[in-house]
Nanobody, 115 residues
Framework: QVQLVESGGGLVQAGGSLRLSCAASGIIFSIYAVAWYRQAAGRQRELVAS???????NYVDSVKGRFTISRDNAKRTVYLQMNDLKPEDTAVYYC?????????WGQGTQVTVSS
């Protein structure tokens, strides 16, 4: 059974930092790309950042230069370092592993940035 467990969310003031983690189990983690999505209240879920199995990264324009995605295959964990947070970053952040058969999702972790 595949499980993705996010952690690291919380309340932070604008300009602050958080590091999200997503720990995977039940899957050959190292062969898959992993992504972070977020969903703000009343808005559609959007792709924030992704990292391929070989470490190539991609970011949505709004977080470029502020967020960094990384992975530790030995720990089967992906991270999202978020710096210079803004109120518009407030959302539930989800970890995602897309596979040919099914997309796996975590339960989400809330990030709230106060102005």
């Amino acid at each position: 059974q595949v499980q993705l467990v996010e952690s690291g969310g919380g309340l932070v003031q604008a300009g602050g930092s958080l590091r999200l983690s997503c720990a995977a189990s039940g899957i050959i983690f190292s062969i898959y790309a992993v992504a972070w999505y977020r969903q703000a209240a009343g808005r559609q879920r959007e792709l924030v950042a992704s990292i391929t199995s070989v470490g190539t990264t991609n970011y949505v324009d709004s977080v470029k230069g502020r967020f960094t995605i990384s992975r530790d295959n030995a720990k089967r964990t992906v991270y999202l370092q978020m710096n210079d947070l803004k109120p518009e970053d407030t959302a539930v952040y989800y970890c995602n592993i897309p596979t040919p058969r099914v997309d796996y999702w975590g339960q989400g972790t809330q990030v709230t940035v106060s102005s």
